[in-house]
């Protein structure tokens, strides 16, 4: 495998550090899944134990199979997978993976709980409910419409 351009290896790290996976893991180790990663290019269905262990979607979305035909998960862009090597990958459209070494698996989800909550809280809007207008919003009529009736003849 030859090594990838340094600007490749930056897009890759930028969608590894917004992966849920991988939120708060330390920016050196996923600049080394990055570097080591490979992308393939999934436009029919193939065994997950020909493409890998570890994979980030990075465009469309893909469908896991398990052996048995029957539907596990649902990957889409920006979202990490570790298929058993009997399922299929079934693109849903055509899609980009960042297929990723078995170093991936030790580091998902494997952040410690502050550095999570770091990581989530600088990615998430606050919203100040002392201030905002809740109680409009909480208020106002909900409309529900039966068949019969078309969002044009809804009272406004």
């Known amino acids: 495998m030859d090594a990838l351009p340094p600007e490749v290896t930056d897009d890759l790290t930028r969608l590894l550090r917004a992966c849920p996976a991988f939120l708060g893991v330390e920016e ?16 029919h269905p193939r065994h997950a134990g020909d493409v890998g262990t570890a994979l980030v979607v990075e465009r469309g979305s893909v469908l896991v199979r398990d052996a048995e035909g029957r539907s596990v998960d649902l990957v889409g862009e920006g979202e ?61 009529p909900v409309q529900t419409i039966s068949g019969g009736r078309t969002a044009a003849r809804l009272p406004r």
Not at 120 to 131: M, P, Q, S
């Open 28 to 43: 050196t180790a996923l600049r080394g899944l990055a570097a080591r990663a490979e992308i393939l290019y999934l436009a």
């Open 80 to 140: 990490f997978a570790a298929p058993d090597g009997e399922a299929v990958l079934e693109p849903v459209e055509e899609s980009l993976l960042v297929v990723l070494t078995e170093g991936a698996l030790v580091l998902a989800w494997s952040a410690p709980a502050e550095r999570l909550r770091a990581a989530h809280a600088a990615d998430r809007a606050v919203v100040d409910l002392e201030t905002a207008a809740v109680r409009t919003v909480m208020s106002a």
